[in-house]
């Protein structure tokens, strides 16, 4: 690649200083170098790559590790650091080739005290910033503890449900999924879509509304009644989406056709096979958490998926609050509490979800903020407790255990049974047959995935305990003690079991071995031609029991072939032919 394509982003911010830790791979090993040795290499790579782009090569290398070949390097530009993850740094040592490869790219620049600039500072949270000082900031020890505290300092952010769906953090921790400019798309997708509604305009896009990435807002108006303001929200489709393209295309055309004094009234609605867009009436006062358990009663007799109830789904009308974005279901789009619910086998149901869900809305409104965490051990003192009773219900450990009570049920509870709503709008949603069988088994499919999920977490829990269990100090300690006890037990055994052996091998070696088989008779005498020749008389089987036996043995053993004397056989049994 060449160097001036680069060379604007690499001289950006030449004082800036960026770590990195990269390893360095070769085709053959054994090969070894010092710290000096490697950032040579590394600097040369860089060249080959960059050209003499002095901004963009490593001043310092801060650890290096010799056996695995990586080290820690400071590199100056953020645009080498961008460069970085998608290039393959290749050199030779040693007409050796070797390439670089990175291993770790989170970079975090921190900076103590409260300031103007802080904009995390709006949430209140109170973040553990890592450590930092001015001089000995190169040491290693410094280095090590500082990484930790950037680890901490990541773990608190990653804790926080709000903070952890925030595309800032997103696009720092994942930047090559999540680098697109989504409102440049969903520009582009809105202008494809009116092209055949010429009676819409689109103002401007709305900024810092909801927290999906991928759900944009718009400011429209109708161009004969331009005092009329409209809002648009744009998303594509989610990983629920199992709706057919026809029959997703032909619910969402029927959103604008329900009527119900809890629902926003949807003003326009259509949809593509990747995307669908919404028109609502502006509403400058924005939501409000309010009772919304009628209208999720309305939903759930209907067969209608929702699953999506929240603080900011739920908008102040006069005195009413409505219910927004009915199309999130159809769409397919994870819920905002989807990683609290997922972690509960028992909440499996979209019925069970929504409930779940205003057990989170209901906290918000009693006691100012979110849960700290789910399940809530004890709830704090709240005005009535009649909510209390609700949020247990919702919200306790029992209830997650054990599963969510119904709609109706709660409706009996006497948070709500005293409640008198009185309304003059009849509410109706029409939906034909042949929908709400799609709509049954687009249902069924999203539970279906939920269901997987939440068994994949379970499995994903137990390994976690067992290896955490068999990893800790007392059980590591127990084994070491069980291990030492098996050890002695099978030395004493075998300390007792070897005289044992040995006597009864001396003392049954006589009837272990059989019997030697009795010599064979002699040969037949044949005629002899002189009255010398004497025949070798054989000896008869001596009596070899007990002591006998042994010699006998041993004189078997000692056997030597060439000690015997050779024989002369006359044979006469070819046949004669006379």
Sequence with gaps: M???????????????????????????????????????????????????????????VLTYEENTLSAILRVCSSGLTKLWSSLTLIGAYKNKKCAFRVIQEYIIRVQRGISTENSWQIAGLSLPLPPKKLIGNMDREFIAERQRGLQNYLNVIMANHV??????????LDPNNYSANYTEIALQQVSMFFRSEPKWEVVEPLKDIGWRIRKKYFLMKIKNQPKERLVLSWADLGPDKYLTDKDFQCIIKLLPSCVHPYIYRVTFATANESSALLIRTFNEKGTLKDLIYKVLKFLHDKGFPYGHLHAANVMMDGNTCRLLDLENSLLGLPSFYRSYFTQFRKINTLESIDVHCFGHLLYEMTYGRPPDSVPVDSFPPAP????????????????????????????????FSDVLLTTSEKPQFKIPTKLKEALRIAKE???????????????????TRAQSHH????????????????SKRSAVENSEEQPVKHNSNNSGLSSALPPPPPPPPPPPAAPSTTSGTEMPVPLLPQDVNGVNRGALLSSIQNFQKGTLRKAKTCDHSAPKIG
């Design 2 to 60: 060449p160097a001036t394509a680069y060379e604007r982003v690499v001289y950006k911010n030449p004082s800036e200083y960026h770590y990195m830790k990269v390893c360095l791979e070769f085709q053959e090993h054994g090969v070894e170098l010092n710290a000096a040795q490697f950032k040579q290499l590394l600097v040369s790579a860089l060249k080959d790559l960059f050209g003499e782009v002095g901004a963009a090569l490593p001043v310092d």
């Design 471 to 486: 990893g800790s100090e007392e059980e590591r300690k127990r084994r070491k003690i069980l291990a030492r006890k098996k």
């Design 384 to 415: 009535s407790m009649a909510v209390v009773a609700v949020l247990e219900s919702t919200l306790s450990c029992e209830a997650c255990k054990n599963g969510m009570p119904t709609v109706s049920r709660l409706l009996q509870m006497p948070l």
């Design 163 to 172: 903070l952890s769906n925030c595309e800032l953090l997103k696009k720092f």
């Design 445 to 463: 499919c999203i539970e279906k995935r939920l269901i997987e999920e939440q068994k994949q977490i379970h499995q994903h829990r137990r390994l």
